[in-house]
């Protein structure tokens, strides 16, 4: 049965989604998505959010509020009479009128298996903290942060080298059929909830730019996960001396290895480079300024001598 869906949503993550939700015939009334932000070299130029521009080219009606606890705004949300509201990585807080505003409710794809890694970056922590595997859940919302009880949950490996760019891209396939698999099952009145467990509960608090330097004196498995985890963005990063002259590289992709020496020090010509305890080797970098480039690709470029430290 085809329903009068609201959909909020902002980053590339959402668009599958909306897209899907799209083609499997429901009615979309209205996206909701975060502003225009301004972009650009010089950031004078105002550029939509990826939801805003698949919003467009689906004909429907973008609404951008900076906030959505004005009555005006929880007025305007109601009135489009909705049988259901779907939220994947909106931004903005939801306050109690809008959660209740549409006539089934709120349903959030999440991407983690809930209760562990409730909040804003749960793909990166899963990674981070070496998790074997993460998901993503279909799950009613509260106004308690990611609380609310799980509909639908889809499990997904994640792999010893994956990045979080990888298990981004993966997530987000599986998030936008298990979204219209819940619409449907709610259609027909078949979609159950299961409370949360209470133990287990984890935050996946936003990722700060002060925890992206590497400390090579961690052990070299926590080194690789803080890497990967980073990759592509916002990145990890360490400085070395090419050409004396200290410069910033970004650190995309790693693998363990092995060896030992000082931490920080690189071992040999395939920039494996020593941790606290064990090693890793550096897969692919970036210069600051230029593009991204493969370990021997960079090193052709670098001439950085076994011995070399990294900070």
């Known amino acids: 049965m085809p329903l009068r869906v609201i959909f909020m949503g902002t980053p590339e993550f959402s668009v599958p989604t909306l897209r899907a939700i799209a083609e499997a015939g429901h009615e979309i009334v209205a996206v909701y998505t975060q502003p225009p932000r301004a972009a650009g070299r010089r950031g004078l130029e105002l550029t939509p959010s990826p939801v805003q521009r698949e919003a467009e080219r689906l004909g429907v009606e973008v609404r951008t509020p900076t906030s959505l606890k004005g009555e005006a705004e929880q007025q305007a949300f109601a009135a489009l009479r909705a049988d259901v509201a779907v939220v994947v990585a909106y931004g903005l807080l939801l306050p109690k009128a809008v959660l209740e505003g549409a006539r089934l409710g709120c349903l959030n794809g999440h991407a983690s298996l ?69 619409l449907a099952q709610l259609g027909i009145n078949c979609l159950t909830f299961v409370q949360q467990a209470t133990v287990g509960v984890t935050y996946a608090r936003k990722i700060d730019k002060s925890e992206t330097r590497v400390d090579w004196t ?76 493969a370990a021997q690709e960079f090193l052709r470029g670098a001439k950085i001598e076994k011995g070399t430290k990294l900070s």
């Open 114 to 182: 809930l209760p562990r890694w409730r909040g804003a970056a749960p793909i990166q922590r899963a990674i981070m903290a070496g998790d074997a595997e993460t998901g993503m859940m279909v799950m009613r919302m509260e106004e308690g942060l990611d609380t609310g009880p799980v509909a639908l949950l889809e499990k997904c490996a994640i792999e010893p080298d994956m990045t979080a760019g990888e298990l981004h891209d993966r997530l987000m396939a599986q998030g936008a059929s298990l979204m219209v698999e819940a």
């Open 218 to 293: 961690r052990p070299a498995g926590e080194v690789h996960n803080h890497i990967r985890g980073l990759s592509p963005f916002p990145g990890a990063w360490c400085e070395v001396d090419i050409g004396g002259r200290m410069e910033r590289l970004k650190l995309l992709r790693s693998t363990l290895s092995d060896g030992v020496g000082e931490s920080g020090g690189i071992l040999d010509d395939r920039l494996t480079v020593a941790c606290g305890s064990g090693a890793v080797r550096l897969v692919e970098v970036q210069r600051a300024g230029g593009k991204p480039a």
